[in-house]
């Protein structure tokens, strides 16, 4: 079992940054990826950035350039360090594991909210 605790969500003003921070415990060593999603009001939950144990990252293409997803070497912490935030980033984050077996783990969400 692996439990995530995320921190770091809030209101920011259009043009702001914010980090999100996600804390992993329990099994850490099966950690395989690293992700965060989002899920804004009526839409559906979507990939924002992932890395890979191999240091592989990817980003949707709304968030290229303005958010960057890092991890720590012993995969107890994952980051999405977010910049040049826009109206429409804003959304209830969540951290995601998954483990080389395959299974997925969640953390409990953070709300963003870019508003002036």
């Known amino acids: 079992q692996v439990r995530l605790v995320e921190s770091g969500g809030g209101l920011v003003q259009p043009g702001g940054s914010l980090r999100l921070s996600c804390a992993a415990s329990?099994?850490?060593?099966?950690?395989?990826?690293m992700a965060w999603y989002r899920q804004a009001p009526g839409k559906e939950r979507e990939l924002v950035a992932a890395?890979?144990?191999?240091?592989?990252?990817n980003y949707v293409d709304s968030v290229k350039g303005r958010f960057v997803i890092s991890r720590d070497s012993p995969k107890t912490m994952v980051y999405l360090q977010m910049s040049s935030l826009k109206p429409e980033d804003t959304a209830v984050y969540y951290c995601?594991?998954?483990?080389?077996?395959?299974?997925?783990?969640w953390g409990q969400g953070s709300l963003v909210t870019v508003s002036s």
């Open positions: 890395t890979t144990s191999g240091g592989t990252t």
């Open positions: 329990g099994a850490t060593f099966s950690i395989d990826d």
């Open positions: 995601n594991v998954r483990t080389r077996l395959g299974r997925d783990y």
